[in-house]
């Protein structure tokens, strides 16, 4: 079993639509969340840290549920310049913490 | 401040061949890793150091070696490139402290092994 694993989608969806991500982690010692954006042939950028009691941001709202072992993305009002692979990031305890990436979540918004 | 460069942007091998990708980080960060990533995968984590003289192995060390002689600078050696080793190569640098801070991400170098 995958250490962090996501739905890869695509989600299509229209403008406007909101939109939800879910990944799940293994290791339930694992500290620090992230969600990235990684647009076609880019690096990935921070979209949001994930904190335990959910934090928001503009149209973006994240969540951790440790207690089953994953974290959400939600997006509203979808834009289509939202459309991009999202990348959760979980740091799993090791020799050091070690981000550890997710396959990603393809988005596609569409008029 | 150009946060996180790479060198080169692609690069095209025969197998056997050896190359070094450079990333350099202007943020004074502790923390540098070194990343492949294929077609439908996320990004998996080759090598990894948390200062300046140190490097530890990721989750797909074989054939690559890294050194971390400068702080700011993170090397990739590949010794003898085989076609299995054509991937997109990220860099990425945080602070530090146990992984609880944000990434910063380099452009990428595209190499194909041929």
């Known amino acids: 079993r995958k250490e962090v694993e996501q739905d890869p989608g695509p989600f299509n969806v229209p403008e406007g639509a909101t939109v939800a991500f879910n990944c799940t982690y293994s290791?339930?010692?694992?500290?620090?969340f992230f969600w990235y954006r990684q647009d076609c042939r880019k690096e990935p950028k921070l979209l949001m840290s994930?904190?335990?009691s959910g934090n928001e941001d503009g149209r973006f709202t994240a969540q951790l549920n440790r207690a089953s072992q994953y974290i959400s993305l939600l997006i509203r009002d979808s834009k289509l310049s939202d459309s991009a692979t999202y990348l959760c990031v979980v740091n799993i305890p090791g020799g050091s913490y070690i981000p550890t990436f997710g396959r990603g979540t393809s988005l596609i918004v569409h008029p | 401040n150009a946060g996180v460069t790479q060198t080169p942007k692609f690069r095209v091998l025969k197998t056997g061949q050896s190359m070094t990708l450079l990333c350099a980080q202007d943020m004074n960060h502790e923390y540098m890793y070194w990343y492949r990533q294929d077609p439908g995968m996320g990004l998996r984590l080759i090598h990894y150091?948390?200062?300046?003289?140190?490097?530890a192995k990721g989750e797909v060390p074989d054939g690559y070696n890294v050194s971390r002689l400068k702080k700011q600078n993170f090397l990739l050696g590949l010794e003898s490139a085989a076609p299995s080793q054509t991937s997109v190569y990220f860099c990425?640098?945080?602070?530090?402290?146990?992984?609880?801070?944000?990434?910063?991400f380099g452009p990428g170098t595209r190499l194909t092994v041929t």
């Open positions: 994930v904190y335990s």
């Open positions: 290791n339930s010692a694992s500290q620090s």
């Open positions: 990425a640098s945080s602070q530090g402290d146990r992984g609880s801070y944000e990434q910063y």
């Open positions: 150091s948390v200062g300046e003289g140190t490097t």
